[in-house]
T-cell receptor
Framework: NAGVTQTPKFQVLKTGQSMTLQCAQD?????MSWYRQDPGMGLRLIHY???????DQGEVPNGYNVSRSTTEDFPLRLLSAAPSQTSVYFC?????????????????FGAGTRLSVL | GENVEQHPSTLSVQEGDSAVIKCTYS??????FPWYKQELGKGPQLIID?????GEKKDQRIAVTLNKTAKHFSLHITETQPEDSAVYFC???????????FGAGTRLFVKA
């Protein structure tokens, strides 16, 4: 298993440009999420999906779109990039495991995409 | 909204000493608390987790404790080694679990 694969690893955009960050997982996980990581702020949830065809907003969804047409892929789109979107983006896939009657969500992260918007 | 506070932001210890990282969460519905280790240039990786029905869990040199009443949980690393140097994140999630709130991270330096 390759796990969670993110492409590209690095990207530089000009303000107003659009692009798509790709994320693919081969673990047949139901859940997938996108986070951004900024210095001193940890990881903040942008959007997430609980299955193909279902997406929802996280903490910081503005300026980003997602879709989930297959279980494997969860692309993140920036329609008009802004300098405030300069960050490191992580995709995660997860499954919910029941143990002792209680569930927990174990997340597996990709290696990240470092995005700079000039 | 819900948040998770993590302290300290930076921690430096001598090899062989113990390291403790503390987190506080705000959402009383949180029931699952994972800890992630992030090495330079990589994504976070789960190292240990604890559910709300357990007070303590140990895995070799790492342990996690949870005080649900006080909404505190902590990571303890004993006999630290240089390869423990990384950024550590605590997190809290509610039933269902796909909305996870992360702390801001602790950068741990272990000096040889």
């Amino acid at each position: 298993n390759a796990g969670v694969t993110q492409t590209p690893k690095f990207q530089v955009l000009k303000t107003g440009q659009s692009m798509t960050l790709q994320c693919a997982q081969d673990m047949n996980h139901e859940y997938m999420s996108w986070y951004r990581q900024d210095p001193g702020m940890g990881l903040r949830l942008i959007h997430y999906s609980v299955g193909a065809g279902i997406t929802d907003q996280g903490e910081v969804p503005n300026g980003y779109n997602v879709s989930r047409s297959t279980t494997e892929d969860f692309p993140l789109r920036l329609l008009s990039a802004a300098p405030s979107q300069t960050s490191v983006y992580f995709c995660a896939s997860s499954y919910s495991r029941l143990a002792g009657g209680r569930s927990k969500n174990i997340q597996y992260f990709g290696a990240g995409t470092r995005l700079s918007v000039l | 909204g819900e948040n998770v506070e993590q302290h300290p932001s930076t921690l430096s210890v001598q090899e062989g000493d113990s390291a403790v990282i503390k987190c506080t969460y705000s959402d009383s519905a949180s029931n699952y608390f994972p800890w992630y280790k992030q090495e330079l240039g990589k994504g976070p990786q789960l190292i240990i987790d604890i559910r709300s029905n357990v007070g303590e869990k140990k895995d070799q040199r790492i342990a996690v404790t949870l005080n649900k009443t006080a909404k505190h949980f902590s990571l303890h690393i004993t006999e630290t080694q240089p390869e423990d140097s990384a950024v550590y994140f605590c997190a809290a999630s509610t039933p269902g679990g796909f909305k996870t709130i992360f702390g801001a991270g602790t950068r741990l330096f272990v000096k040889a």
